[in-house]
């Protein structure tokens, strides 16, 4: 049998929590982000201070360790003016070993989301997506307020597709957006909550991060999804799209759920001071409707389908408190080369999304 070499790395670095173990009522938000998009981080400090926050007592903001510009973070979290807000910073260990691994950028994920459950005081986390925006001032403290009266492990706004846990008979919560019991969490190893295969009595099964210590608590009733959850916009797969973008695949990248598009979009509406970018323009990507040699390219049925999915979130987007007015008319204005471009493809409306549930797996 071969020795996971890699697996005997982790376990010896990640095996076991580090840190005190809660002390505090109420919940702390826990705010993974990608280091080289600090414009996803203001967004993000934007919209919470647009909520209700009474039970909050610590917003933890943890870099993904990709390798951005530490002083950066400092002021944004600064400008926000919230005593809550504590910047987590990935230790060297991390930024040597994480790049090392398989599926990247789910394991940068995990790593933050163990870095914040280690750092947390509160004994629950409500655990916030840069890609997902807020839509209703009231919704996080009445997840919270339902997390706590039902005694939960977990509660989450939106089930998993996974067949595997219809066949289990139960909804499990997708972790974006998810709050979660911080004791629960550090009960498990953080091993167990890093995305992997494992068995199960239906057989091996690839669970995405979180997952598998709730498939094993799932008995207990503690672990399910809001049948009323608050109101926000989700855009699935974003962070996903953007490494595999970074990463220059051959042949260019079909942006086929147009989450790149939405990155250009938020990056044009924050400029970045120094006028450095990682995505392009939505002018450049704009290119790509018709240029089949463009980097980013939008010729594909799945496009054409996904279109209309994506204009009815950009519409939701366009309602959230942070985006209402000025903000919200300039990506009616951005948007227009795309809806002029797809107006003349309409999708067939009998075939629904061709990436289905594909998305909710995204993250």
């Known amino acids: ?52 926050l009474a039970n909050c007592r610590q917003i933890l903001v943890v870099g993904d360790g990709v390798g951005g510009d530490p002083p950066a973070f400092r002021a944004l979290i600064r400008a926000a003016d919230d ?11 991390d930024r040597l070993v994480v790049p090392k691994l398989r599926n990247v950028g789910s394991s940068l994920h995990w790593l933050a989301i163990v870095r914040g459950t280690a750092a947390a005081r509160a004994d629950t986390i409500f655990l916030h997506d840069s890609d997902s925006f807020f839509l209703e001032a009231e919704g996080l403290e009445r997840q919270y307020r339902e997390f706590a009266e039902r005694g939960m492990l977990t509660l989450g706004v939106t089930a998993r597709w996974d067949p595997i846990f219809r066949q289990a008979g139960f909804e499990m919560p997708g972790t974006w957006e998810m709050m979660y019991s911080t004791r629960w969490a550090r009960s498990h190893s953080p091993m167990l909550h890093k995305g992997r295969l494992m068995p199960t009595r239906f057989g ?50 079909v942006d086929e759920l147009f989450r790149l598009l939405l990155l250009a979009i938020l990056a044009d509406l924050i400029p970045s001071g120094d006028g450095a970018r990682v995505v392009p323009t939505v ?9 089949p040699s463009a980097p980013v390219t939008y010729g594909s049925q799945v496009a054409t389908q996904e279109f209309p999915i994506f204009r009815r979130m950009i519409g939701e987007l366009c309602e959230a408190p942070i985006m209402r007015g000025d903000r919200a008319r300039r990506i009616e204005g951005l948007m227009r080369p795309f809806d002029d471009h797809f107006a003349t493809r309409p999708a067939d409306p009998t075939l629904g999304s061709l990436v289905g549930q594909r998305t909710a797996a995204l993250g």
Do not use: C
Request: net charge neutral; no cysteine; proline share 8%.
């Open 204 to 253: 091996p099964h690839v669970f995405d991060t979180m997952l598998y210590p709730q498939f094993l608590d799932s008995g207990t009733g503690k672990v399910g999804v809001m049948a009323n959850p608050p109101r926000f916009v989700h855009f699935n797969g974003t962070i996903v799209t953007y490494r595999v973008f970074r990463e220059g695949r051959a042949g260019g990248v």
């Open 83 to 93: 005593p809550r807000i504590e910047l987590v910073e990935p230790a060297a260990i």
């Open 283 to 291: 002018a450049e990507l704009a290119r790509g409707l018709d240029d």
């Open 1 to 52: 049998m071969a020795i996971d070499f890699k697996g005997l790395v982790l376990k010896g670095l990640y095996g076991r929590w580090r840190g005190a173990a809660p002390t505090e009522a109420g919940y702390s938000i826990l705010l993974p982000f990608p280091e080289d998009m600090p414009f996803l981080l203001q967004y993000a400090l934007e919209g919470l201070k647009r909520l209700d």
